[in-house]
């Protein structure tokens, strides 16, 4: 006698009903996976860039100023979403004075889910002098929260201390 190999019509409807279950279940989790995932990155590129700024600073023995940027050469007081330069700053401006003051240039540091801004006083320009203190251009003590927001309800704050210290906390992105 012979006998027949394969899957019935009803074990391949079962193993289909099975797999488009996990499915529906998975696909909403990759994507809340990914969101979070685009938010530790945005959050750690924006505070590498911050330790570069403090150190090129203490490094030069002079300001060194991380401002917004669209075009890469200019300080544009545009939100940090759209791009940044980094440049030595030892005039106290608000703008690079020689293209040779830009240290590094930074294209948009996001996707179209999460969005970087900053409180008054990090706005636009972030400073740091010689001795490693965070201060405004003006020279004026320099202390706030950048605010890294995805699409759901929680962000992360990256804060800045009267010593100019950066921190990460969680922020509600309501």
């Known amino acids: 006698m012979s006998c027949s190999r394969g899957f019935t019509l009803a074990e391949l409807m079962v193993t289909l009903l099975v797999a488009s279950i996990l499915l529906g279940i998975g696909a909403p989790a990759f994507g809340n996976l990914v969101e979070q995932t685009r938010l530790t990155t945005t959050t750690n590129q924006f505070l590498t860039t911050l330790h570069m700024t403090r150190s090129e600073a203490i490094r030069r023995g002079s300001l060194v100023t991380l401002c917004t940027s669209t075009d890469g050469a200019t300080c544009t007081g545009t939100p940090w979403d759209a791009?940044?330069?980094?440049?030595?700053?030892?005039?106290?401006?608000?703008?690079?004075?020689?293209?040779?003051?830009?240290?590094?240039v930074g294209n948009a540091w996001t996707g179209a889910n999460v969005t970087v801004s900053g409180n008054q006083p990090v706005s636009q320009h972030i400073s740091y002098n010689a001795l490693g203190q965070s201060e405004r251009l003006?020279?004026?003590?320099?202390m706030g929260t950048v605010s890294i927001c995805s699409s759901g309800d929680e962000g992360r704050a990256i804060v800045i201390s009267s010593a100019g210290r950066p921190r990460v906390a969680t922020t509600d992105c309501t």
Do not use: K, M, V, Y
């Not at 791009?83 to 590094?104: E, K, M, S, V």
């Not at 003006?138 to 320099?142: R, V």
């Open 83 to 104: 791009g940044w330069i980094l440049f030595a700053n030892p005039g106290r401006t608000d703008q690079p004075t020689a293209p040779d003051h830009i240290l590094r």
């Open 138 to 142: 003006s020279g004026a003590l320099l």
